[in-house]
RNA sequence: GGUCCGGUAGCUCAGUUGGAUAGAGCAACAGCCUUCUAAGCUGUGGGUCAUUGGUUCGAAUCCAAUCCGGAUCACCA
């Protein structure tokens, strides 16, 4: 159990023993003590000064006492200063608890369970290539199923494949229109970035024609419908639902040069799925489930044919879950991909990881899940993480200030390998070995720098900040574990541990241990919040006072024996935790850099 | 217009769910490499926590109103 916990234990076994009072343990509020006053943890007295009608001065002592008297192996002292209870944890017991911490791999972490959760994220469109908001998407997601594994469930991390539907048409009618035969083969391109060249050029052709008719006297809105590039893709919509053989034989080639783009970046970023789901299969089961809905008297058909379902009662619009002309919108596959879902893993939580954009969308998704009585309704969760913007604002298609995943990754490692010439210090090692390091420090920095951001927030990129390898970066906290590992490579931890019996710790040793039991509680907090970015700023504040230690207390040569073995010990420690953590941010460390 | 989200140092962000004098990083300035990796460490300056009112022992945190910014309310996905 975690200090704070105990601590919240023992005031509640205190209060009940010395006042016959009987209170909650998550009425209790316990901080760390700030560093300007004396001890490590702090009990805020004031809300049971008015229950237990004792000043906060007699309370405070009192409790105090009892804490030091009955847990002597615990707490070594208390101070009470206004109506805050100080205490102070004995040196015994944090080297005791080093002692038998410092080599576990898996510390922190908790036993595996049988609950079962489902982590849904990156979901690309089939017609373009990942630009800077999928990268956030992918880190977060692939962060959120660690995290959660850690946390001893059994994880299931999917994607779903949005590879139909008129977005897909469009680059698909370009493609026929403009190509003349060119493949990603005849032009030496990678295909995710071929097939999106088409969906660009499928966006100037019908401003173009769109134009051309305005200037012809027609309205906007009719000019944008009467569009003939439009009506083709809207005629190759319906022909790819009715099985059109051609159509199908073109969509199946496009989308497999997509595939073969994604696949690279996907390696490249170290992002994976244990089940990848296709909107082109889910679609059809939400269709037969909108049949289903509108015998059941959840949906409703208007006199064109078009299904809706009515949420104004639940504060919300209508909307509309089947087109006119039988065609499935957006929304009915991810009502299929829902069952789909449940039916296959029957996990009791399922968590999409999508742009807060779509806030609506997953609010009515939930909703008609629940009004058709599906099991897997209440499990539904949107993680709901904000746009990732530029410094001069929202990344817009047209205007070409999209920053595209594969060059901003081959950025940040070009830097990292830059910065790594510069400084020098692996000239001994090989090609594969450098190139492997660029990669670790390149992509380190670019996920610690969008997963170190609160999701619910929108966030800015801002180009010069990122390539900044100090300061609170995912490089300084690599940097700290590959200092450790240097230590260690010369050192050897010895296996008698009595002879740190009688240690007493220095105020930095004593803090980098502190931080370092924080460590379990962290990754609870990250699960229950879904939040990698508790990870990342503790990783950080980790390296940190581990750094601070550093500069201050020598390792190799220690004052005595026993400290240098404490220090060792405390070195390994370290790096185990944050090796661990920043594996939880999908972050790998360097034995050397 | 309705609904939802946000506003903390010049910039980018924390703030343990209501606790002590609001913290980091970057940027600026001043120091520290004959000692375990200086991608590091130490120090200085920098704040009307958008505004106003309320709730109470105590508010950046909770409530209300206002101002500012964003998202969404499509037979796009």
Redesign the pocket.
Known sequence: MDIISQVKKITREAIANLYRTEIEETSI?V????P??E?DY?V?L??FVKLLKKSPEILGNELGGYFVQNHPSLFSSSNV????L?LSISDKYWISFLQKNFSDNNFGKKEKTNHRVMVEYSSP?TNKPLHMGHLRNNFLGWSVAEIYKANGYDVVKTCIA?DR???ICKSMVAWLQFANGATPESTGMKGDHFVGDYYVKFGNEYKKQTDELIAGGMSKEEAEKEAPIMKAAQQMLVDWEAGKPDVIALWKKMNGWVYKGFDETYKRIGSDFDKIYY?SDTYILGKNLVAEGLNKGVFFQ?E?G?VWIDLTAE?L?QK?VQ???GTA??ITQDIGLAVNKYEEFKNELSIYVVG??????FKVLKLICQKMGFPSADGIFHLSYG?VELPSG?MKTREGTVVDADDLVDEMVAI?QQ??EE?G?VKDFTEDELKELYDT?GLGALKFYLV???P?????F?PE?SI??????G??VQ?TH??I???LR?EKIGENNAILNQASLLKLEKEVIRELEKYHAIIVQAC??MNP??IA?YA?GVA?IF??F????????AETAEKKQLRLQLANFTAIVIKSAMELLGIKVP???
């Open positions: 509020q901080n760390e003590t700030k300007e006053f001890g702090t805020v004031f809300s200063i206004k109506g805050f100080n469109n949005n539907g008129i977005h909107e208007k064109d078009s504060g619009d509309i087109r006119k002309d919108v957006y807060d954009e779509q806030n609506y969308h746009m929202r990292a910065h790594t400084l210090k420090i170190r951001v609160d619910k927030k929108r966030m800015i801002n900040e900044d390898f100090h300061g609170f970066t490089p300084f940097y590959a200092r590992r240097s230590i010369k229950e919040e970015s508790v700023n950080f940190k750094n601070s550093y500069s201050e207390h020598s390792i190799a040569n034995e050397r850099m």
